[in-house]
């Protein structure tokens, strides 16, 4: 199982509080990934490092970093093509913008 979020506080706290809820639970078999739900290639601790690597601070950094977070998309996604059996979720998916609903799908469909 693994579970996406783009929020470093929730995601911090849940890769935190992992080993014990496993040690617990008797079950180790989550982890947690930092990502959105529309766009799951997107490895967004990977862009992180990347971008602390180069950091935008000009139009010209801010178009590279679409090349890397692409490239990144390519070479090593969050989620690989047809891995996922099933997509359960708490309403995050109606918290996606309308507009990004199509990509979202396409996604999940992957």
């Given at each position: 199982?693994?579970?996406?979020?783009?929020?470093?506080?929730?995601?911090?706290?849940?890769?935190r509080s992992q080993p014990e809820v496993a040690r617990r639970i008797g079950f180790d078999?989550?982890?947690?990934?930092?990502?959105?739900?529309?766009?799951?290639?997107?490895?967004?601790?990977?862009?992180?490092?990347?971008?602390?690597?180069?950091?935008?601070?000009?139009?010209?950094?801010?178009?590279?970093?679409?090349?890397v977070a692409d490239e990144l998309r390519r070479t090593s996604p969050l989620?690989?093509?047809?891995?996922?059996d099933v997509v359960v979720s708490n309403c995050v998916l109606n918290l996606v913008r309308s507009e990004d609903r199509r990509q979202l799908f396409a996604e999940i469909h992957r």
């Open positions: 199982m693994i579970g996406i979020d783009c929020n470093d506080d929730m995601l911090s706290l849940a890769r078999n989550v982890e947690f990934r930092k990502g959105q739900i529309q766009d799951l290639r997107l490895d967004l601790d990977q862009l992180d490092a990347k971008l602390k690597e180069q950091p935008v601070t000009s139009s010209s950094d801010w178009l590279r970093a679409h090349e989620v690989a093509n047809e891995s996922v």
